[in-house]
């Protein structure tokens, strides 16, 4: 991503953050799961996580990833069919979602419980748990209908890979809406929230969706990444030529009050 130049703007200082519980469900086909020694083993070598009180297996377990604990439970059920369709049909990046997914009948509810950490270090946990679960194992996608994501197995994969290098997969936690109309090209976030910070929108904008997409989602990543918090008024841009105002007022495709980018 292209460095920043936010105009008077600083990090953060880290506060203290009421954490919530994160959850996400790993979908099976034709009854398969996952094997806990298999998910502990891949926690270890492949992402060097420290892993500890264990308890459960297959079935349900719950234990601790660098002192915070998660939990896995196996349910042979499918997904109710309105979560999954209610998803899908903003899928975007999975458009055969609702075929691929017909038929599962089984999935596994993975989830953070509220700890210690920052909800940035929960996330990356998340990512890798679910990571070692669709490396060792036949899963075929992930729902994670809080921030509106339905990702299939193979793009999870490949945006998990900014993890190994330090990054902030944010396509992972946060939802990229985009929106098309006679006025101009619109995009959202869903789930910046989660990390205490403002939704972001692009309104009307003439440039294209491809190219908003990716500018929402390497700001709302430099957001994250390094705990900015944007005001009314404030502009930002990738060199010192550009100028992207940023306005607070209530959302348009989004609850409440959002930060609409002027691009």
């Not at 509220?114 to 996330?123: I, N, Q, V, W």
């Not at 910046?192 to 989602?217: A, C």
Request: net charge negative.
């Amino acid at each position: 991503m292209g460095l920043f130049n936010f105009l008077k703007k600083k990090e953060n200082k880290p506060v203290k953050e009421k954490s919530k519980i994160l959850l996400s469900m790993p979908m099976f086909n034709n009854g398969e799961s996952y094997k806990l020694n298999d998910i502990i083993d891949h926690l270890k070598t492949y992402w060097g996580l420290s892993i500890s009180d264990i308890e459960g297996d297959d079935s349900s377990a719950v234990f601790r990833i660098d002192g915070e604990m998660v939990a896995v439970g196996y349910m042979p059920v499918q997904i109710p069919w309105g979560d999954i369709k209610g998803t899908a049909q903003y899928a975007y990046n999975w458009m055969t979602a609702e075929k691929d997914l017909e038929n599962h009948n089984a999935h596994a509810i993975v989830s953070v419980l509220a700890g210690e950490k920052t909800t940035l270090e929960r996330f990356k946990i998340l990512s890798k748990l679910l990571c070692s679960i669709l490396m060792t194992s036949n899963s075929i996608g992930i729902l994670q209908g809080g921030e509106s994501l339905l990702i299939p197995k193979d793009q999870y994969l490949d945006f998990a890979e900014e993890l190994k290098k330090g990054g902030t997969p944010i396509l992972l936690w946060v939802y990229i809406g985009l929106r098309k109309s006679d006025k101009g090209n619109s995009a959202y976030t869903y789930g910046l929230e989660n990390f205490q910070k403002m939704e972001m929108e692009v309104i009307d904008s003439k440039i294209g969706l491809e190219e908003i997409h990716e500018l929402m989602s390497n700001i709302a990543s430099y957001v994250i990444g390094n705990n900015i918090t944007f005001n009314n008024g404030e502009t930002l841009g990738y060199t010192e030529e550009q100028k992207i105002k940023i306005t607070r007022s209530k959302g348009q495709f989004v609850d409440g009050q959002s930060l609409k980018l002027e691009i």
